[in-house]
Structure formats: structure tokens, C-alpha cells
């Protein structure tokens, strides 16, 4: 299955990643009105330090611990992308407790969020990906 | 292969998931007293809260038993088994298995108290049906005593807060959620559940019930109209017990899931195994572990052998907002910060964390959970900078790349 793979050596720690992530994920028209003045939540977020950076999201794990854990059934796997049913979460965070990586996050709402390689805003590249200047995020097979 | 399941819950769902990844075939039959679809048990309380319904409550989807070819058998009480001619009998008719899992979970512990028979309203926490019932039981005058200040009795609390007049909590043990949270961690929650108006008293307990009343050890009476016991959970051990198989408070198990009787599992809150940080043996009543046993059972009864060795207390809970999380055990040094809007303490010991409290900003805790997990020796990574804050930084490029770009080292 593709999964997003992050190539540190080639991250330049532009954060564009997080903004095509939040506005691929927010349903807007333009990126600009839709994010300006907006405090983000993306699913994918750069961690830096001491001359490294590179982006996170989720892993989309074969054994998705964040799955099994779930509570209330509001994470399940859909052809191998692990989803979030929102409208099931109940703010427990097990999930959180759960993920290697804290990839899983609290959402504005409460309800947790992750990275769903883009399958419900639209078909092919995930936004991240599409948008990274650097080629430091890609989509492939490994 | 003819494969039977004891229970509707996590550790039988997982069990059924387990079994289909290796054996897509096979005829699986599930048992379950209750007679509802699969739920989420831990819901209970959001559903009297308002924050779910029964529709969303379902464990899984409504056509989880027949994809998976299973035949649920649902208000059938499973009432022994035979070990030798391998059948389980019910309360309907027997039930022949060539496997059989035992993931039947726990029942209330009520520990004698005088006039406790002779109270009128009295409930437990633990099902669906008994939420219902305590709701239809609850109006805004209702005063309600809840015995048992542990996380069933105050996610009952918290559950009920909006529809019944005053709640009051008594438990024996000098602080709240005794089982997850140490002394200081403990007084942040109380306060703020007080703050919600729930009162306590702790380090104290029932005396006697009388005319509506509940004389304390301490001499203080309550006056209530409803009592909710939720002391504690029993494991439902008795069909593996009966049958000869090695028993303490949970059934035993080893790393795959089988007891000491052949051809029978047993996962969940029923069954008793190794705690991978303490290397104890015991009963690890939570949704993950009942899972992953179940998984684990299914897998191994399907004939795909594989250990389940990393079960652990791990837990995600929260009051009107306030989150907490916790994992491991509290044992060895104390790496201690408090500010606005945290309480952090992690515990370690011989270069490995070995437990965490976190109240509030919760943010990333299983990068804390993986490492007491998979036992990272703190010497290699910057082990200051994740007490800080838990990111991938401090583990180094290497294991990085394997974490982040499927390197395989
Ligand atoms: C109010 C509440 C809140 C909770 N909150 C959390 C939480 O936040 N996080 C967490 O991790 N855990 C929580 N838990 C614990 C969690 O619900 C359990 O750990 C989990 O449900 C155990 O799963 P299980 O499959 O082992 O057993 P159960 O879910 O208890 O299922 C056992 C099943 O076996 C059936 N059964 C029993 N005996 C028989 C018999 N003789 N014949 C036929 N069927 C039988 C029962 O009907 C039941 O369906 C909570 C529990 C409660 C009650």
C-alpha cells in the first residue's frame, strides 16, 4: 500500500505541509481566505531541533495499535487507511495513549483527528505530498 | 474447525478479527448473556451524559456478525463446559466447539453491607440495561450515593451529573481513582470534580443503610434517594474453574491465551496474565488489553501461533474536560513538572520509564506509552528533552528513519 514516507534530509522546515494539510482538510476555495487568520490544526506537523527537521503523520500502521485500542469502534481500517468515525469518538484519547509516533491528535471539536491520506477530500496524491517543494514528503510503496 | 466465543465485547470482537485473518472459513459461534449487538461497554456513561446514542455505541457495524460468517447466539447464558467431550452447555442447548474462547469479562463486587438488601433503588454500572435503568430512575431532585470513588463509579458520576439533584461519592481508599492516579495527581481531579459539585468521603465507608440513610464509619450520615455500588469488578471465572483450569482472581493464561485446560482461551477481563512492566501476574481490566488479548486468542486458536507479551495498564480518561492519562507502573525515579494546565510525572528505573501520570495537556503521550512498551533504554536517547516533550526528536536520525521513512535498519 502507499503511505506517506518523510525523507529528512530534504526537509527545508518550510511548514507548507501543514498549511496544504489544513486547507485540503477544511473544504475551502482558496487557501488564502480560507486559512488566513486562522490558528491551524493540521494532521501532519514539523518537529525541529538542533539542525533537523521533518514532518509527522500518521503511519497508517498494519497492526494500528490506535485501532485496537479504540473504545467506542470510531477508528477502523479502510483498505488500509486508518480512519476516524468523528461522529463515534467520545474525547476519550485512548488513541493518543495508543499511537508510537503522536500522530493522533485532539481535533478543535474535541473528537480526534489524523491523517487520512486525503481519501475523503479527494483521489490520489495527499495534499502534503502534492505541496512539499523539496520532494521531502512523498507517496509510494516501500 | 469449529471455533465458540464467550461474550460480546472487546476481547470477543478481537478474537473473531484474529481468527478471520488466518482462517476465513471456519464456523464461529458467539455466545453472549447480554442481548444486545457488540457495544462499547466504557460508553455507558456518555450515553446518559447525551454525548452518544445507542446507534453510536455499536462496537462495530451492524453487519459485523454476518461478514465475518458469524452465528451470535445473543441472551443465551453459557453455564458450563464439558473439557472432555468439548462442548459448552447453555442455558438453550449445547454447544459442541473444537476451540473455545472465554472472554465473558467481570460482574460487580458487592462487599457485604448492612441493610443493603432492604434499600429500595439500588444499582450497579456496568451494561447498558443498567444505565438505562438508573436513568429512568434519576429526576433533578434525586439525591444519589455512589459507593466507590474508582473510574466506574465517577464515570457514573459524571454521567448522571445533569440529571439528578446532588451526588455524593464514599470510598474507602484516602483518594479518587486510587488505581490510576497517586495522592497529588488525585487532589487536582477531586478538586475539580467538587468543583462540579460532587462531595466525598474518602478513607471512609458504609456502615449501615437505614430508612434512607447511610450511617458512615466516621459517624457522618448521607440521606439519598438512589445508591449506585461500583466498589469493584469480580472476573467471571467460574466456567474454566469448574472445569478443572487454573484459577486465581482471573483465569490464567500464558503469553497465548490459553489456559490450562486443552483447547480452551480465555482474553479480557476474565483472564489473569503477565503485566510487561512488572512482570506480575494479573488482571488488566481495560478496553486495550481486552482487545489485543482477543486478537491474540483468535490468531492462536485459528492456528497462527504468536505471543501476546505486552499487556500493560494503559488509560485514557477524562471529567467535564479534564483529561488524564496514565500508563505503566509508578515504580523508581521521579521526573515531576506542574504548570498551567499540566501535571506531569514520569517514573523510571534501571535506564527504562516505566509509568506516567499526565493530567491535562495530554498531547502525545504514546510516544511515552511505546517506550515503556518496547523497554527503549533511556541511555540512547535524549531522555531530558522528552521529559519536556514528547516528540521524535529525541530518539536520533536512525531510529527516525525507520519510524518515519520505513528504513529498515
Ligand atoms: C462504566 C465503565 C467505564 C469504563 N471505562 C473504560 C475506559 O475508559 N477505558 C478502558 O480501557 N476501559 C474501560 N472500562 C473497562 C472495559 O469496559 C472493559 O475492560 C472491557 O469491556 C472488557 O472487555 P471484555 O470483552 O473482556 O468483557 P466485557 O466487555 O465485559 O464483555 C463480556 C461479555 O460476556 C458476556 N457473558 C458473561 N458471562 C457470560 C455467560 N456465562 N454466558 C454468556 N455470556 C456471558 C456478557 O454478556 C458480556 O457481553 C469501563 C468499564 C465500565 C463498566
Redesign the pocket.
Known amino acids: 500500500m502507499k503511505r506517506v514516507y518523510v525523507n529528512e534530509k530534504w526537509c527545508l522546515g518550510c511548514h507548507l505541509c501543514e498549511y496544504n494539510c489544513a486547507f485540503s482538510n477544511s473544504g475551502g476555495r482558496d487557501m488564502a481566505t480560507t486559512l488566513m487568520g486562522v490558528n491551524i490544526r493540521p494532521n501532519i506537523r514539523v518537529e525541529e531541533g538542533e539542525g533537523v527537521c521533518y514532518a509527522v503523520s500518521c503511519r497508517h500502521c498494519e497492526d494500528p495499535l490506535c485501532v485496537k485500542?479504540c473504545?467506542g469502534g470510531a477508528l477502523s481500517i479502510e483498505d488500509g487507511v486508518i480512519e476516524i468515525d468523528k461522529s463515534k469518538c467520545i474525547h476519550?484519547y485512548?488513541c493518543i495513549v495508543m499511537c508510537p509516533y503522536g500522530a493522533v491528535m485532539p481535533s478543535e471539536d474535541g473528537a480526534v483527528q489524523k491523517c487520512e491520506l486525503c481519501v475523503k477530500t479527494k483521489k490520489g496524491t495527499p495534499a502534503c505530498v502534492a505541496g512539499c517543494p523539496n520532494g521531502a514528503i512523498v507517496f509510494e510503496e516501500r | 474447525m469449529k471455533y465458540v466465543i464467550?461474550?460480546?465485547?472487546?476481547?470477543?470482537?478481537?478474537a473473531i478479527e484474529g481468527i478471520r485473518k488466518k482462517d476465513k472459513k471456519g464456523a464461529i459461534t458467539l455466545?453472549?448473556?447480554?442481548p444486545h449487538h457488540?457495544y462499547?461497554?466504557?460508553l455507558?456513561?456518555y450515553l446518559l451524559l447525551g454525548k452518544t446514542d445507542e446507534e453510536r455505541m455499536k462496537y462495530r457495524p451492524d453487519g459485523f456478525y454476518k461478514d465475518n460468517g458469524v452465528d451470535v447466539m445473543l441472551g443465551?447464558?453459557?453455564?458450563s463446559i464439558d473439557p472432555v467431550r468439548q462442548t459448552v452447555k447453555?442455558d438453550k442447548g449445547k454447544v459442541p466447539y473444537d476451540r473455545l474462547l472465554i472472554?465473558?469479562?467481570?460482574?460487580p463486587f458487592i462487599p457485604p453491607m448492612k441493610g443493603f438488601d432492604a434499600v429500595e433503588k439500588k444499582y450497579s454500572?456496568?451494561?447498558l440495561d443498567d444505565a438505562k435503568a438508573l436513568s429512568e430512575a434519576l429526576t433533578p431532585e434525586t439525591r444519589v450515593l455512589i459507593i466507590g470513588a474508582g473510574?466506574?463509579g465517577l464515570?457514573?458520576a459524571e454521567g448522571i451529573s445533569g440529571l439528578c439533584g446532588h451526588i455524593a461519592v464514599v470510598d474507602l481508599a484516602d483518594r479518587i481513582l486510587s488505581s490510576i492516579l497517586d495522592r497529588e495527581a488525585a487532589a487536582v481531579v477531586e478538586k475539580s470534580l467538587r468543583e462540579h459539585g460532587m462531595e466525598f468521603y474518602l478513607s471512609d465507608s458504609v456502615e449501615e443503610f437505614k430508612g434512607g440513610r447511610a450511617r458512615l464509619k466516621s459517624g457522618k450520615t448521607i440521606e439519598f434517594d438512589v445508591l449506585v455500588t461500583a466498589v469493584g469488578?469480580k472476573a467471571?471465572i467460574s466456567?474454566v474453574k469448574d472445569a478443572g483450569g487454573a484459577c486465581e482472581r482471573g483465569i490464567i493464561v500464558n503469553d497465548h491465551m490459553e489456559t490450562t485446560v486443552t483447547n480452551v482461551y480465555a482474553?479480557?477481563?476474565?483472564?489473569q496474565g503477565t503485566d510487561c512492566v512488572t512482570g506480575q501476574s494479573r488482571i488488566l481490566?481495560?478496553?486495550?488489553?481486552?482487545?489485543m488479548q482477543?486478537e491474540c486468542a483468535g490468531r492462536n486458536m485459528a492456528g497462527e501461533p504468536g505471543a501476546f507479551d505486552r499487556a500493560m495498564a494503559?488509560?485514557?480518561?477524562g471529567f467535564f474536560g479534564l483529561h488524564m492519562v496514565t500508563a505503566g507502573a509508578y515504580e523508581g525515579e521521579v521526573y515531576f513538572e506542574r504548570g498551567e494546565g499540566l501535571y506531569k510525572k514520569l517514573f523510571y528505573r534501571d535506564d527504562r520509564l516505566m509509568g506516567y501520570i499526565i493530567i491535562g495537556d495530554i498531547r502525545r503521550a504514546g510516544i511515552y506509552t511505546a517506550m515503556i512498551r518496547d523497554r527503549t533504554p533511556l541511555s540512547g536517547i535524549d531522555f531530558e528533552l522528552i521529559c519536556k516533550d514528547p516528540s521524535l526528536l529525541p530518539f536520533g536520525k536512525k531510529r527516525r528513519a525507520e519510524m518515519l521513512g520505513g528504513v529498515k535498519n
Open positions: 485500542g473504545i476519550c485512548t | 464467550i461474550g460480546n465485547g472487546p476481547a470477543a470482537i478481537g455466545i453472549s448473556k447480554e457488540t462499547s461497554r466504557p455507558i456513561s443465551v447464558t453459557a453455564e447453555t472472554a465473558a469479562g467481570s460482574r454500572f456496568m451494561t473510574l466506574i464515570k457514573c469488578v467471571n466456567l482474553a479480557g477481563d476474565c483472564a481490566a481495560l478496553m486495550p488489553n481486552a482487545y482477543g494503559q488509560n485514557a480518561i
